[in-house]
């Protein structure tokens, strides 16, 4: 039997799923963005070349994959072109793509709104990549949605706006915007459904086809849990769940499906976006640690917040996603800090507490509680083995593993394919130490 891996992000986002994602998929069939949209900016880097993926499910550089874009995700036909395009002319052109026909789609209106409501939050702001993310997943559950079939049909189509812009016009009149036009917006987006219609298909019925048949699959998580809808520090978090128990749901499978969760962990945490962050720090550490990682968005540019390990956040992920093993990811960036701090749990008004708590003043007033350990100065981005690591590298990982519970599959010392170590290959049943 194929397994059905699916990867998920343990933090707040950014932790390195595409790389993780673009170096499985070496061994998958079929690679799966089951959730979000162009919020996601995944990097994944090919022999030295760097590639920005937003939309497009990360085993788009290999050919022989079956890419899939599933009914959970929200997609702006303007972005996905725009993303089609510059791959096309960087040669990356020779791929299989899916699109479900029940995904719904980002219109303009949803770029004006989220920008708008951020603006009318004022200080209590997501922060939000003002991609439209939250306005689309409201107005699917609104019932007022465009889905990417819809675009294939003029009637239906005309019917989805003319339902949305009854709602959506006053609106943005309320808010002295200008109103949408539906002539514009039907002759526009029958012309994106006329280009995605080779795209378009059931993918549900694909999947589970698939399934039947003992592919193996890989399901792109995006975002992190930590920014779930449900189960992330609400409000400040994304419109979807980023769980592995939304891929399910978000792609038309059995929840028995799935037979693997690769949680994708930094090695240190970072977050971009309003909301609390109790390991957040700033000092010349945390400067060196945003240099040395290159922690500035892929998709907005802004500057990420940076913190320590916190391991309340990688039980609460395990608790609400469950983890099969953790992927390790930038452990190089750490090579030259003294002393490595992670978060054992918190203390809220002089309680200890080792979950994360729902209430989000609460969230604010926890005060990390740290375990230390000794760093280690060599550079390690050539290591291929755990055991050549710098023995104080390896105490920090079997310390992730103590204090996560989860153990370890991965580990990753540099943005290249080349940089990752397997302990535990997810589609192998058998263990084994590099390729
Ligand atoms: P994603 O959203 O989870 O896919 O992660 P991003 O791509 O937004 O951010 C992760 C960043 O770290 C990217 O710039 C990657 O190229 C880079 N990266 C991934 N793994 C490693 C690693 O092990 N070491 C270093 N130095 N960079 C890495
Ligand atoms: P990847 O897949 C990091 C954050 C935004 C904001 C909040 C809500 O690259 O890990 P949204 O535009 O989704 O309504 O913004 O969520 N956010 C991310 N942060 N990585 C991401 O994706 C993110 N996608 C959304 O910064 O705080
Ligand atoms: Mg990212």
Redesign the pocket.
Same mark, same amino acid.
């Given at each position: 039997m194929g397994k059905r891996v699916v990867v998920v !992000?343990t933090q707040w $986002?950014?932790? !390195? %799923? $595409? %790389?993780i994602t673009d170096y499985l998929a070496g061994k998958a069939e079929v690679v799966v963005r089951s959730q979000g949209g162009n919020n996601? !900016?995944?990097?994944i880097?090919i022999d030295g070349e760097r590639f920005a993926l937003h939309l497009i499910p990360s085993g788009i550089f290999n050919p022989n994959i079956q890419n899939v874009m599933a009914n959970g995700m929200v997609i702006d036909p303007v972005s996905l072109f725009k993303e089609i395009d510059q791959l096309a002319a960087r040669g990356v052109k020779n791929f299989k793509l899916m699109i479900s026909d029940r995904a719904h789609v980002v219109m303009p209106y949803h770029l004006i709104l989220d920008g708008a409501f951020e603006t009318l939050k004022g200080d209590a702001a997501v922060g939000t990549t003002k991609k439209g993310i939250g306005p689309a997943y409201t107005d699917k559950s609104a019932r007022i949605g465009v889905r990417v079939g819809d675009l294939l049909d003029p009637v239906v189509l005309s019917d989805r706006i003319a339902a949305n812009l009854a709602i959506t016009n006053p609106l943005l009149k309320l808010m002295n915007k200008e109103p949408f036009d539906a002539e514009t917006l039907l002759r526009d987006y029958l012309v994106f459904g006329e280009r995605m219609r080779p795209f378009i298909a059931d993918t549900s019925v694909y999947l589970n086809d698939a399934i039947e048949e003992g592919r193996k699959i890989l399901f792109e998580g995006a975002q992190g849990i930590m920014l779930c809808l449900d189960h992330g520090t609400y409000p400040y978090v994304t419109s979807s769940s980023p769980t592995a128990a939304a891929v399910p749901l978000n792609c038309g499978i059995a929840p028995m499906a799935i037979t693997d969760v690769v949680g #994708?962990t930094k090695a240190y945490t970072t977050r971009v976006g309003g909301g609390a962050f109790p390991t957040e720090f700033e000092d010349d550490t945390s400067r060196r640690i945003r240099e040395v !990682?290159?922690e500035y968005g892929?998709t907005t540019g802004r500057a990420r917040r940076i913190g320590w390990l916190d391991a309340v956040v990688l039980k609460h992920s395990r608790r609400v996603s469950g983890a099969t093993g953790l992927a390790i990811?930038?452990?190089? #960036?750490l090579s030259g800090i003294p002393t490595l701090n992670i978060c054992t749990h918190y203390l809220i008004d002089g309680k200890r507490v080792d979950y994360i708590p729902g209430n989000y003043r609460a969230f604010a007033a926890a005060v990390p509680v740290y375990e230390s350990f000794p760093g280690w100065t060599e550079d390690i981005s050539t290591v291929g083995r755990f055991a050549d690591l710098p023995i104080n590298a390896q105490g920090y990982l079997r310390a992730i593993e103590r204090l996560s519970g989860v153990p370890i599959v991965m580990f990753? #010392? $540099?943005?290249d394919r080349t940089?990752t170590v397997t302990l535990k290959q997810p589609f192998n049943d058998s263990d084994y130490e590099e390729e």
């Amino acid at each position: 039997m194929g397994k059905r891996v699916v990867v998920v !992000g343990t933090q707040w $986002g950014d932790e !390195g %799923k $595409g %790389k993780i994602t673009d170096y499985l998929a070496g061994k998958a069939e079929v690679v799966v963005r089951s959730q979000g949209g162009n919020n996601a !900016g995944h990097s994944i880097t090919i022999d030295g070349e760097r590639f920005a993926l937003h939309l497009i499910p990360s085993g788009i550089f290999n050919p022989n994959i079956q890419n899939v874009m599933a009914n959970g995700m929200v997609i702006d036909p303007v972005s996905l072109f725009k993303e089609i395009d510059q791959l096309a002319a960087r040669g990356v052109k020779n791929f299989k793509l899916m699109i479900s026909d029940r995904a719904h789609v980002v219109m303009p209106y949803h770029l004006i709104l989220d920008g708008a409501f951020e603006t009318l939050k004022g200080d209590a702001a997501v922060g939000t990549t003002k991609k439209g993310i939250g306005p689309a997943y409201t107005d699917k559950s609104a019932r007022i949605g465009v889905r990417v079939g819809d675009l294939l049909d003029p009637v239906v189509l005309s019917d989805r706006i003319a339902a949305n812009l009854a709602i959506t016009n006053p609106l943005l009149k309320l808010m002295n915007k200008e109103p949408f036009d539906a002539e514009t917006l039907l002759r526009d987006y029958l012309v994106f459904g006329e280009r995605m219609r080779p795209f378009i298909a059931d993918t549900s019925v694909y999947l589970n086809d698939a399934i039947e048949e003992g592919r193996k699959i890989l399901f792109e998580g995006a975002q992190g849990i930590m920014l779930c809808l449900d189960h992330g520090t609400y409000p400040y978090v994304t419109s979807s769940s980023p769980t592995a128990a939304a891929v399910p749901l978000n792609c038309g499978i059995a929840p028995m499906a799935i037979t693997d969760v690769v949680g #994708v962990t930094k090695a240190y945490t970072t977050r971009v976006g309003g909301g609390a962050f109790p390991t957040e720090f700033e000092d010349d550490t945390s400067r060196r640690i945003r240099e040395v !990682g290159h922690e500035y968005g892929t998709t907005t540019g802004r500057a990420r917040r940076i913190g320590w390990l916190d391991a309340v956040v990688l039980k609460h992920s395990r608790r609400v996603s469950g983890a099969t093993g953790l992927a390790i990811m930038l452990l190089d #960036v750490l090579s030259g800090i003294p002393t490595l701090n992670i978060c054992t749990h918190y203390l809220i008004d002089g309680k200890r507490v080792d979950y994360i708590p729902g209430n989000y003043r609460a969230f604010a007033a926890a005060v990390p509680v740290y375990e230390s350990f000794p760093g280690w100065t060599e550079d390690i981005s050539t290591v291929g083995r755990f055991a050549d690591l710098p023995i104080n590298a390896q105490g920090y990982l079997r310390a992730i593993e103590r204090l996560s519970g989860v153990p370890i599959v991965m580990f990753s #010392v $540099g943005p290249d394919r080349t940089q990752t170590v397997t302990l535990k290959q997810p589609f192998n049943d058998s263990d084994y130490e590099e390729e």
